[in-house]
């Protein structure tokens, strides 16, 4: 479902109906999973657990502000999970990209605004699936332990802030 600007034709209901969905599919549900996953891994001595946040986090977005408020919850619920659970040998981090290269993705990057976004990045383009789960896979080698409550912010300099690697 579309995310509703504020704008005059945005009823209130279509506002609240846009924040229920987005909340629930990017911050509720993968916090179920982390609850679930979590548990499982520290009685079991550890293990490692990834969210999939966005540059949105960081730089807000104007045209869905669910989204990006919706992500920035991701990174903090993370975080909480890190310091929690890193006891019990379990590693909690976020890798946060630009845009993708992503069947979801293709249509805008087809349209009038790709390549406005593809030059965000100086590389000219934006990222692969396989370059986003490398930063992915990062997290589950064992000496990124100490990078746990990290957010790797994988999105080609197209926006920059600090990868904060600090246990």
């Avoid at 599919?25 to 499982?40: D, K, Q, S, W």
């Avoid at 981090?93 to 976004?117: K, S, Y």
Wanted: glycine share 12%; with cysteine; aromatic share 8%.
């Amino acid at each position: 479902e579309e995310h509703p600007v504020l704008d005059a034709a945005t009823t209130y209901a279509a506002w609240q109906r846009a924040w229920a969905t987005t909340l629930d599919v990017n911050l509720v549900g993968p916090a179920n999973v982390m609850f679930c996953a979590g548990r499982r891994m520290a009685a079991s001595g550890g293990g490692v657990i990834v969210g999939v946040s966005s540059r949105g986090a960081f730089r807000g977005e104007p045209d869905t502000p669910a989204y990006g408020a919706s992500k920035a919850g991701l990174n903090s619920l993370s975080q909480s999970l890190a310091q929690a659970l890193a006891p019990a040998g379990v590693v909690v981090g976020v890798v946060a990209p630009g845009f993708v290269e992503t069947d979801m993705a293709a249509a805008v990057l087809a349209g009038p605004r790709g390549d406005a976004i593809r030059g965000d990045s100086p590389f000219g383009r934006v990222a692969t699936v396989d370059e986003v789960a490398e930063a992915v896979l990062f997290f589950t080698q064992p000496n990124a332990k100490w990078c746990t409550g990290s957010i790797i912010d994988c999105n080609g300099a197209s926006y920059l802030s600090i990868i904060d690697c600090n246990g």
